[in-house]
């Protein structure tokens, strides 16, 4: 089915252990976003890109690392992990050609716990 | 003052009443999205409105672009509608989305 596909949906990490969280859509979206979601708190923005090879910081980008290379795929990498780095992410994807924009849609989420 | 607000921030319903969620903006945009997120649980995209209204099921969802402010209307609530509700609008700036602060849903059976 077509939409955002996120792996893993669960990882335990130590500290200081790397890890790639993958994201892929099939949809040709040139959007797509990496949030943070901390226990009953809101969406926080990690990093975003306007399309293959573009990307940019969002609020919380410190420990994170992303890449767009293709339109598809959006990864990304934690570096040195943190306990503070304990939380849900979540990516995202849409279509837009700045005065028109489509429904968002998100991936299921992977729940990341640092040790 | 955050440029998305939305009311009330929590909910409590019995199930069959008619609820509503109010979400109002203060910068320019080119639509607006409904997101639900129940508890644990992934974000499902509801509605995505530019002007008017949509309706999907039990699901409505209004916006007054003049007014710059949007509705999500739930008729004949069930206990499966609890979940969190997100308005968002995209900058047409930056392209990035900012979301409301979410409206806790319960409806008790």
């Known amino acids: 089915n077509a939409g955002v596909t996120q792996t893993p949906k669960f990882r335990i990490l130590k500290i200081g252990q790397s890890m790639t969280l993958q994201c892929t859509q099939d949809m040709n979206h040139n959007y797509m976003y990496w949030y943070r979601q901390d226990p009953g708190m809101g969406l926080k923005l990690i990093y975003y890109?306007?399309?293959?090879?573009?990307?940019d910081k969002g609020e919380v980008p410190n420990g994170y690392n992303v890449s767009r290379s293709t339109t598809e795929d959006f990864p990304l990498r934690l570096e040195l992990a943190a306990p503070s780095q304990t939380s849900v992410y979540f990516c995202?994807?849409?279509?837009?050609?700045?005065?028109?924009?489509?429904?968002?849609?998100f991936g299921q989420g992977t729940r990341l716990t640092v040790v | 003052k955050n440029e998305v607000e939305q009311s009330p921030q929590n909910l409590t319903a019995q199930e069959g009443e008619f609820i509503t969620i109010n979400c109002s903006y203060s910068v320019g945009i080119s639509a607006l999205h409904w997101l639900q997120q129940h508890p644990g649980g992934g974000i499902v995209s509801l509605f995505m409105?530019?002007?008017g209204k949509k309706k999907h099921g039990r699901l409505i969802a209004t916006i007054n672009i003049q007014e710059k402010h949007s509705s999500l209307h739930i008729t004949a609530s069930h206990p499966r509608d609890s979940a969190v509700y997100i308005c968002a609008v995209k900058d047409p700036g930056t392209y990035k989305y900012i979301f409301g602060t979410g409206t806790r849903l319960k409806v008790l059976a």
């Open positions: 995202a994807s849409s279509y837009g050609t700045g005065a028109r924009d489509t429904e968002a849609f």
């Open positions: 890109s306007v399309g293959a090879g573009i990307t």
């Open positions: 409105l530019s002007s």
